[in-house]
């Protein structure tokens, strides 16, 4: 089975616009430590925080959160 991958463009340091392939199954963490710039200790710990932060639901909402809401008839809300 091969690997899908997508065509992205993408800004360079430069602002000039680059065209990549981009596999979209492989985190940009993983991609830097199989070039070298990561270590398998730092690897290590990002995948541990994103865990953390996908556990946690921290990711960006696309519809209100109703439950932060303040409550009618509480200090602030109305009669």
Do not use: K, Y
Not at 64 to 73: H, L, N, T, V, Y
């Amino acid at each position: 089975m091969g690997v899908t991958l997508i065509e992205q463009v993408i800004e360079d340091p430069m602002g000039r616009a680059q065209t990549v392939l981009v596999n979209p199954g492989e985190s940009p963490l993983s991609w830097l430590h199989a070039r070298g710039h990561v270590s398998d200790r730092q690897c290590a710990a990002g995948d541990m925080l994103r865990q953390d932060w996908e556990r946690a639901g921290l990711g960006a909402r696309v519809t209100m959160r109703w439950d932060a809401a303040p409550r009618e008839g509480g200090r602030r809300g109305g009669g």
